[in-house]
T-cell receptor, first 115, second 113 residues
Framework: DGGITQSPKYLFRKEGQNVTLSCEQNLNHDAMYWYRQDPGQGLRLIYYSQIVNDFQKGDIAEGYSVSREKKESFPLTVTSAQKNPTAFYLC??????????????FGDGTRLSIL | RKEVEQDPGPFNVPEGATVAFNCTYSNSASQSFFWYRQDCRKEPKLLMSVYSSGNEDGRFTAQLNRASQYISLLIRDSKLSDSATYLCVVTAFNAGNNRKLIWGLGTSLAVNP
């Protein structure tokens, strides 16, 4: 079955630690995205990538880093510089075109908490 | 004014009822529109795209009103399983000519037996 796989489902971070969230898709989608969702807030874009070896900052990129070495994979690192990392992290992918009519499909998310 | 606004609800309706949600957007250049549903502590799932001529998928009907800058979602014959948060998404190009998605905060629906 095609889809987006995020791991782990739950993750705990210690003070000063970097952690990496995995996102893999086998939908052959060009574009991939990382969002964070906090209670009572909408989805906020962290980073996105439209093609391999290229990515762009979203609205809240500070304290995060990404890489896009393969089309299928778009890992997100939450660095120690991110002072409030507790949130629900969602990875999404879509085909990319200029017609703007391509919806995004999501993985089932990673819940990150501070120890 | 927020770029995308939704009534947070909650909308409490009995099974079998018809319920409608609206979502207003501020950017008149917006070009694509979607409704997603999100269950508690789960990821958003695409419910339907919204086309200019309106579109229907079973009990769900989506409409776009460009003049008044809103989209709507109508659910007929509500089921208990329709209980969720419904997210409105609007796309447009940003200043750098890159696609930008704008997510609403969602409308909560509770269908009661």
């Amino acid at each position: 079955d095609g889809g987006i796989t995020q791991s782990p489902k739950y993750l705990f971070r210690k003070e000063g630690q970097n952690v990496t969230l995995s996102c893999e898709q086998n939908l052959n989608h060009d574009a991939m995205y990382w969002y964070r969702q906090d209670p009572g807030q909408g989805l906020r874009l962290i980073y996105y990538s439209q093609i391999v070896n290229d990515f762009q900052k979203g609205d809240i990129a500070e304290g995060y880093s990404v890489s896009r070495e393969k089309k299928e994979s778009f890992p997100l690192t939450v660095t120690s510089a991110q002072k409030n990392p507790t949130a629900f992290y969602l990875c999404a992918s879509s085909t990319y075109s200029n017609t703007l009519n391509q919806p995004q499909h999501f993985g089932d998310g990673t819940r990150l908490s501070i120890l | 004014r927020k770029e995308v606004e939704q009534d947070p609800g909650p909308f409490n309706v009995p099974e079998g009822a018809t319920v409608a949600f609206n979502c207003t957007y501020s950017n008149s250049a917006s070009q694509s529109f979607f409704w997603y549903r999100q269950d508690c502590r789960k990821e958003p799932k695409l419910l339907m795209s919204v086309y200019s001529s309106g579109n229907e998928d079973g009990r769900f009907t989506a409409q776009l009103n460009r003049a008044s800058q809103y989209i709507s979602l109508l659910i007929r014959d509500s089921k208990l399983s329709d209980s969720a948060t419904y997210l409105c998404v609007v796309t447009a190009f940003n200043a750098g000519n890159n696609r930008k998605l704008i997510w609403g905060l969602g409308t909560s629906l509770a269908v009661n037996p």
